[in-house]
């Protein structure tokens, strides 16, 4: 897909993780990332809720910080501490210290690998975590992970990266798959093969939802749109898994939106939409929309996936 233009928040994102700051500005695509870029080793975690929250927040974000005055320190999630290694195509994998047995796996697509382990340790989830950029834009996902295999390939990958820092007959467990922006095409096409869909426990996508059009002037999408993830959505509106996305209000040309599609996967799962921003939620399947339709909504959708979306999966995996 063809993505609008939009200023370099996008690159701004990468820069902050070297150090620059989110001052540079550049025109790519909403798809493109230049935090895909390998990034150098930040000096300090990046905050995942912004401070003052604007009008690009999601207000569930903002809503599931509570204040200090009413948690308690037994509420508070124990923060994993990660040893870092690489899949042997250099893939970075976080492997939580006293990693053991059957271990939780989360694959992320899309993103600066740093902020992703951030979010995962904000949120206080004890999994192995590898973080997975096949370049700009959803075909290069789609092409990267349409073959048969590829889900068990990954965790194999994981597996053998993990090995050493795990003790015991350590082997993956439940698996999460979680993307922002244009890694949810990798997701599509893993969640098409039933064996995949089977073996997943829970998928959570961060402002990433997207399908052509049969007829872009008419906005008219094809009979089969987002069948892999209508079919997972019924499964987790029935309770056996979890599904979560969360949207901006970004408007898009040529493509569906965010929210164009959040709202045909609410109407294929029989689902009531509710408010002014697209969301609705059933069983465990859930759509969050929110205000902000520039640049750095979109990025705002990914730097508070701890408390969006990751914190749901901390509740699902709790022991």
């Known amino acids: ?38 990034p150098a080793p930040r000096a300090s975690a990046p905050s995942a809720v912004p401070a003052a929250p604007s009008a690009a927040a999601t207000p569930s974000a903002v809503a599931a910080a509570p204040s200090a005055a009413s948690v308690s320190l037994e509420s508070l999630p124990t923060l994993p501490r990660f040893k870092k290694t690489a899949t042997y195509n250099g893939a970075p994998v976080y492997v939580p210290e006293g ?71 350590a082997e993956p467990g439940r698996v999460a798959l979680t993307a922002w922006s244009a890694g949810y095409g990798g997701i599509e096409k893993l969640l098409a093969r039933p064996e995949d869909r089977e073996r997943v426990d829970a998928v959570l996508l961060a402002d990433g939802l997207h399908a052509g059009f049969t007829d872009r002037w008419k906005r008219t999408f094809a009979p089969n749109a ?71 909504a979109h990025i705002a959708q990914f730097r508070q996936m701890d408390a969006t979306l990751l914190s749901k999966l901390h509740m699902r995996w709790l022991d």
């Not at 233009?5 to 001052?23: E, K, M, N, P």
């Not at 951030?118 to 992970?145: M, P, S």
């Open 99 to 169: 990693c053991q047995g059957r271990y939780d796996v989360i694959l992320h697509f899309h993103g600066a690998h740093p902020y992703v382990r951030d979010l995962v340790e904000k949120a206080g989830i004890h999994a192995v975590v590898a973080v997975l950029n096949a370049g700009n834009g959803a075909e290069r996902y789609a092409q990267a992970y349409r073959a048969t295999g590829a889900l068990s390939s990954l965790l194999r990958q994981v597996e053998m990266a993990a090995a050493p820092w795990c003790a015991g007959q």
């Open 226 to 296: 987002l069948e892999a993830f209508r079919q997972f959505g019924a499964l987790a509106k029935a309770d056996h898994k979890l599904f979560a996305i969360t949207h901006s209000s970004i408007e898009t040309d040529g493509y569906a939106s965010t929210t164009e599609c959040s709202e045909l996967l609410l109407k294929a799962l029989s689902i009531q939409p509710e408010g002014p921003f697209t969301s609705g939620k059933s069983g465990h399947f859930s759509v969050e929309g929110s205000t902000g339709s520039d640049a750095p």
């Open 1 to 38: 897909m063809k993505g609008w233009a939009v200023a370099a928040a996008l690159l701004a994102l990468g820069s902050a993780v070297v150090g620059i700051g989110l001052a540079t500005r550049s025109a790519t695509s909403h798809e493109g990332l230049a935090a895909t870029l390998e």
